[in-house]
């Protein structure tokens, strides 16, 4: 499985946007995005996946790089309850395909 | 409400005891598997099925048994549980196999062995 990176920490004030990065220069054509979250005592979530271009839901929202290496979710106005450990997860699509979680980015919010 | 419930949500056993760990889902979804979930080592995928009577090892199957003879279930067996599976288990569910598939887990099940 082609592996991401991410910072293991993030700190962001309440209401604020927060933007949580994630390298996979090893990314292949037919991998897709995935983000999921992981809030105190609660099993993982799925956020939001993409391909290629931008994406958008009512959690958040997921920048693609031109070149695919990177991207970033982006929280537009953080709350208490976002406080989760973030993970950013490559997918491809095969019978087998199963979702590896790296150790995540843990996000504190702050009043 | 579309959902994975698993039971018990904590357990604390001994060693060498038989258990089950039930897992159920409402959504009609092939595709099954268990995590387990440890401090340092994130998510861990134990076993995993693609439809009924289907399953097959994950990256650390040692220990654990599991069968899956309808599609909504998908139990996790411990035949002789050790100290060393004391974790937090997560059972999950999604469609297919798609690379868009949404993935649904569990609240999961706090494991204790003595």
């Known amino acids: 499985d082609a592996k991401t990176t991410q910072p293991n920490s993030m700190e962001s004030n309440e209401e604020e946007p927060v933007h949580l990065p994630c390298n996979h220069s090893t990314i292949s054509g037919t991998d897709y995005i995935h983000w999921y979250r992981q809030l105190p005592s609660q099993g993982p979530e799925y956020v939001i996946h993409?391909?290629?271009s931008n994406v958008n839901n009512r959690m958040a929202s997921l920048a693609i790089a031109e070149d695919r290496k990177s991207s970033t979710l982006i929280l537009h106005r953080a709350t208490l309850r976002d406080a989760a450990v973030y993970y950013c997860i490559l997918r491809t699509t095969g019978t087998a395909s199963k979702l590896t979680f790296g150790t995540g980015t843990r996000l504190q919010v702050t009043l | 409400e579309a959902q994975v419930t698993q039971n018990p949500r904590y357990l604390i056993t001994v060693t060498g005891k038989k258990l089950t760990v039930t897992c159920s889902q409402n959504m009609n979804h092939e595709y099954m598997s268990w995590y387990r979930q440890d401090p340092g080592l994130g998510l861990r995928q134990i076993y995993y099925?693609?439809?009924?009577?289907?399953?097959d090892k994950g990256d650390v199957p040692e220990g654990y048994k599991v069968s899956r003879k309808e599609k909504r279930n998908f139990p996790l067996i411990l035949e002789s549980p050790s100290p060393n599976q004391t974790s937090l288990y997560f059972c999950?569910?999604?469609?297919?196999?798609?690379?868009?598939?949404?993935?649904?887990f569990g609240p999961g099940t706090r494991l204790t062995v003595l």
């Open positions: 993409g391909l290629t």
């Open positions: 099925s693609m439809n009924v009577e289907v399953t």
């Open positions: 999950a569910s999604r469609h297919g196999q798609g690379g868009t598939d949404t993935q649904y």
